[in-house]
């Protein structure tokens, strides 16, 4: 009986990876995808994972802009300790 041995090689971004092998572009499918979603509309301030990071069900995974948010905090803050819509109504 004749034994056969087969060698597997990965190949990524065109690196070969042992000497002498010619660069192959491939692409490796997920296992799963997931798709995200977000409460609210805004734009994508920080990415918190990399490509092929293993992640957790609850993990942060990216953080949006909230300086708007912020801003709009501190506009009703400050109305709230204002008066005038008292004073106007009082005249």
Same mark, same amino acid.
């Given at each position: 009986?004749?034994?056969?041995? $087969? $060698?597997?090689?990965?190949?990524?971004?065109?690196?070969?990876?042992?000497?002498?092998?010619?660069?192959?572009?491939?692409?490796?499918?997920?296992?799963?995808?997931?798709?995200?979603?977000?409460?609210?509309?805004?734009?994508?301030?920080?990415?918190?994972?990399?490509?092929?990071?293993?992640?957790?069900?609850?993990?942060?995974?990216?953080?949006?802009?909230?300086? $708007?948010?912020?801003?709009?905090?501190?506009?009703? /803050? $400050? /109305?709230?300790?204002?008066?005038?819509?008292?004073?106007?109504?009082?005249?």
């Amino acid at each position: 009986m004749k034994r056969s041995t $087969i $060698i597997f090689v990965l190949i990524l971004s065109g690196i070969p990876l042992f000497a002498g092998a010619e660069p192959l572009d491939c692409v490796i499918n997920p296992n799963s995808t997931v798709e995200l979603g977000s409460y609210q509309n805004g734009v994508l301030a920080e990415v918190l994972v990399k490509r092929g990071d293993r992640v957790a069900r609850g993990q942060p995974l990216a953080r949006l802009d909230n300086e $708007i948010e912020k801003m709009n905090a501190e506009l009703a /803050r $400050i /109305r709230a300790e204002s008066d005038i819509a008292v004073r106007s109504g009082q005249v």
